[in-house]
């Protein structure tokens, strides 16, 4: 392979973005192909690359006892462009990393198009890469166009398994009643840029959230066809799903009261809170957290409006859905993420099986790097596994074991980092403990897991 040859990456999303930016960085010439605005998808709603769909926030930024929070800190030291993005367009957030949207897509675009080995072409791959592209990366996400994901499934021999993303509901914020609500973190804790009052906080009482969880059960919901009916991604559940698993499943989930004190009532203990969380810089709009729907337009801004301190709510944006797909990795890809059918090609991002915004960056980050390795003709191994870089390839090429239960069916689903996919970690009680205390034995574990992490990162970055 010529190093004179670009690198053909399909798709302008977070993945395809971050591909494009490493193996740019590292001297390779690159192609980037993104099919919107000439053809769209039902979820995106501009032309920008690195379009955030779903939600604004890129979930913790604790290094040391998060796993995402690790992944943000290796792809920082591995010169990620999302993460600079990110970085330079965050929104108070608790201990979050939350971004404003446009900004941060506005960023990504910007430094993309301005880069000089980068040129970015505006149109659909229709099938697959033209036998020509000898080194290819195909980042197109949940939302791959129907063409190309045929071609795929047809040269993998894998069916599809689809699943479907629920969007949150996103409210004005002059329209919340905040003689109701009122700002306060979980436990006051200040994240990135925030304060510990970064999160609006609606309360409820037993009957008020009965009530609600009753409407969200007999609500109308979008109609599927039969080739649509397909399992949720458990990380991912729209809210009416979680109310029919159980009347206490939304408190115990994304309504959880606890850490938060009503400050009109701080001896009154509310049964449910509802949270929204900053979504743009000026702080007009907020976003629902965890109120991913599936309900019908018409119902869902009468369903929300029972929520104390919305009863006047105006929604910017009303929930949605779209359809994913994704292949079975620990199958069709091999340890360095090349298609086993055919290795010129490789894939990164939520195609692969990974999900999140970060998780899927991350994928792009490798995968790039490892193109740009092929085109200089020199041998590169993946992150190790003790990385959350190298724990996310690990589990997507050969971690996952096949279920039992499925009757044949694909049993792999999308996964979030977590510190269950990074390998064993001793750690040693403190001199003179008896015993370990409380979570001290966990906290340990995390720290020396994120320590590992950041030093055996130190090498491959």
Same mark, same amino acid.
């Given at each position: 392979?010529?190093?004179?040859? *670009?690198?053909?990456?399909?798709?302008?999303?977070? #993945?395809?973005?971050?591909?494009?930016?490493?193996? #740019?960085?590292?001297?390779?010439?690159?192609?980037?192909?993104?099919?919107?605005?000439? $053809?769209?998808?039902?979820?995106?709603?501009?032309?920008s690359l690195a379009e955030l769909v779903c939600s604004n926030s890129f979930r913790s930024d604790d290094a040391e006892q998060n796993a995402v929070g690790l992944l943000h800190e290796e792809m920082r030291r591995c010169g990620s462009l999302i993460m600079r993005a990110a970085d330079q367009h965050k929104l108070p957030a608790g201990g979050a990393l939350a971004v404003d949207r446009h900004g941060f897509s506005a960023e990504v675009t910007r430094l993309i198009e301005n880069h000089p080995n980068i040129a970015i072409a505006r149109e659909e791959v229709p099938g697959l890469p033209p036998p020509e592209w000898r080194n290819v990366i195909i980042a197109t996400g949940p939302l791959t166009s129907p063409a190309? +994901?045929?071609?795929?499934?047809?040269?993998?021999?894998?069916?599809?398994?689809?699943?479907?993303?629920?969007?949150?509901p996103i409210v004005h914020f002059d329209s919340i009643d905040m003689d109701i609500a009122w700002k306060q973190s979980r436990y006051d804790k200040v994240g990135p840029g925030g304060t510990g009052a970064d999160y609006i906080n609606c309360p409820m009482d037993k009957e008020q959230y009965l009530a609600f969880v009753e409407a969200l059960k007999t609500a109308p919901l979008h109609e599927f066809k039969d080739w649509e009916k397909v399992p949720y991604f458990d990380g991912c559940l729209p809210i009416e799903v979680m109310a029919e698993r159980g009347v206490e499943t939304l408190r115990h989930g994304p309504m959880k009261p606890v850490g938060l004190t009503n400050p009109r009532s701080p001896s009154v203990k509310s049964y449910a809170i509802v949270q929204l969380r900053q979504d743009n810089a000026l702080g007009t709009l907020w976003n629902m957290v965890g109120f991913q729907t599936k309900m019908r337009y018409g119902i869902q801004a009468e369903v929300f409006r029972m929520i104390p301190g919305l009863e006047n709510a105006q929604f910017a944006r009303l929930g949605g859905l779209h359809r994913n797909t994704f292949l079975n990795s620990p199958k069709v890809l091999g340890p360095d993420l090349k298609l086993k059918a055919d290795p010129r090609i490789r894939f990164a991002g939520q195609v692969t099986g990974v999900e999140g915004y970060v998780e899927s960056a991350a994928i792009?980050?490798?995968?790039?790097?490892?193109? #740009? #390795?092929? +085109?200089?003709?020199?041998?590169?191994?993946? *992150? *190790?596994?003790?990385? +959350?870089?190298?724990?996310?390839?690990?589990?997507?090429?050969?971690?996952?074991?096949?279920?039992?239960?499925?009757?044949?069916? $694909?049993?792999?689903?999308?996964?979030n980092v977590n510190f269950g996919l990074f390998p064993e970690v001793s750690v040693v009680k403190p001199e003179g403990a008896g015993r370990w205390r409380g979570n001290d034995r966990t906290i340990a574990k995390r720290k020396a897991i994120t320590t590992r992490a950041l030093e055996d990162l130190a090498a491959w970055a």
């Open positions: 392979m010529s190093q004179s040859e *670009p690198i053909h990456i399909i798709g302008g999303g977070l #993945a395809g973005s971050e591909a494009a930016w490493q193996a #740019a960085e590292a001297g390779s010439k690159v192609i980037l192909h993104e099919m919107r605005p000439v $053809r769209g998808t039902d979820a995106h709603q501009t032309d190309l +994901a045929d071609a795929i499934l047809s040269l993998t021999g894998e069916d599809s398994l689809a699943f479907f993303d629920a969007i949150a792009g980050l490798i995968t790039g790097r490892l193109a #740009a #390795a092929d +085109a200089r003709g020199e041998p590169m191994a993946t *992150p *190790p596994e003790t990385t +959350a870089l190298g724990a996310l390839v690990a589990h997507i090429t050969g971690g996952h074991i096949e279920a039992e239960g499925y009757s044949g069916a $694909r049993s792999f689903q999308p996964m």
